[in-house]
DNA sequence: CGCAATCAAGTTGTGCGCAACTTATCGGGC
DNA sequence: GCCCGATAAGTTGCGCACAACTTGATTGCG
C-alpha cells in the first residue's frame, strides 16, 4: 500500500509537470499560488502557508523567492510584527490564475478515474493524512 | 484530490522516518531493500530496479552507493555486459531483513486504517498509477 | 568487418522536503 | 524598564527526483 501511494503520488506529479510548465512553475510552487488565489486580499503569512501546505520555512523561503523572481508573489515584513512576512500576489500573479482555470480537469482526466472516484480517493486520503498529524501531535 | 495525494504520501513517510531511522535508512532505500530481499540470489541491474520502482539511474547511482558504503549492498559489472551493473545483498543486507519485519505492520496501524481500507486504496492507487503511465507511452 | 544507432550507468544542475541551526523580534513576569 | 523564553523567517546541509548530458559498451545493418 505505502509504495502505491508513493508511485501514486510521483505519478501525478508526472502528469502536472508538462502542463504547469507551460507556466514556468512546479507543483509545490502552483499549490502556494492556489493558496494564495483562495484566499485574495488576505496575504497570509510564510506560517499560514507552511499550515496550509504542511511545509515548513526551510522549504517555503527559498520556493517563495523563486516565485517572487518571477514576478508573481511580493513578501512584505508585517508592520504590526517585524518577525512576519506576508505574502501576497501581484497583478500577474492573478491574471495567471485564469489562464490556469482548466488545469484540475485536464488533470483529473488524466488520471482515468471516475467523479465519484475521485471524491472517495480525496476523502480517504484526507483522512489518513489527518490520522497521522494527530497521531504526531501527541 | 491532487493536494490530498501528495499530503497523505509526505504524512506516510513521517511515519516511516523514526521507523527507519533506527536503521539508518531512508524511505527509497528502504523499497530498494524491499527489491532485493524478494529477489534474492538474482541480483538486478540498475535498471531493472528503475523499472520496479519507477526510479531514473540518476537517482539510483547516488543511492546504491551510500547503499554500498553502509555495507548492506554490491555493485558488480556484469561480465557478460560490461554495460550493466548487477545490485546484490551482503550478509549484512540480508540480516537486515528480519530485523526490519515488523515495519509494514507498524506503519498500517499508524494510518488508522482498517485491513479492508488498505486494500481498496491500495487497488485505487496502483490503478490511478498505471493509467496515467500506460498514457506516457502512447 | 566497420561503423552508426542504441543502450546502461553515471554525472551535473535545479528544486523540493526536512532537520538543525541562526538571527531578529515579540511578549510576559519581575 | 529589563530580561528570558517563545516565535517567525531564513540559512545550511543532505537526500531524493528528474532533466539533460557524458562515457563506454553493444548491436545490427550495409
Redesign the pocket.
Known amino acids: 500500500m505505502c509504495f502505491a501511494l508513493?508511485a501514486a503520488s510521483?505519478a501525478l506529479?508526472?502528469v502536472y509537470?508538462p502542463i504547469l510548465d507551460e507556466h514556468g512553475l512546479?507543483?509545490?510552487?502552483y499549490?502556494v499560488l492556489l493558496v494564495l488565489w483562495e484566499r485574495d486580499d488576505d496575504a497570509p503569512?510564510?506560517?499560514?502557508l507552511?499550515a496550509a501546505l504542511?511545509?515548513?520555512?526551510?522549504?517555503?523561503?527559498?520556493?517563495?523567492?523563486?516565485l517572487e523572481a518571477a514576478g508573481l508573489v511580493v513578501?512584505t515584513r508585517?508592520a504590526?510584527?517585524?518577525?512576519?512576512?506576508?505574502v501576497g500576489l501581484t497583478g500577474q500573479g492573478r491574471a495567471l490564475r485564469e489562464r490556469m482555470g482548466d488545469v484540475p480537469r485536464r488533470v483529473a482526466t488524466a488520471t482515468g478515474l471516475t467523479e465519484a472516484e475521485l471524491v472517495f480517493l480525496h476523502g480517504i486520503l484526507t483522512r489518513v493524512t489527518e490520522t497521522i498529524h494527530r497521531q504526531k501531535e501527541q
Open positions: 508513493y510521483r506529479t508526472d509537470r512546479t507543483y509545490p510552487q499549490l503569512t510564510v506560517s499560514e507552511g504542511r511545509l515548513d520555512s526551510g522549504t517555503l523561503s527559498p520556493l517563495l523567492k523563486r513578501r508585517s504590526a510584527d517585524e518577525r512576519r512576512v506576508e
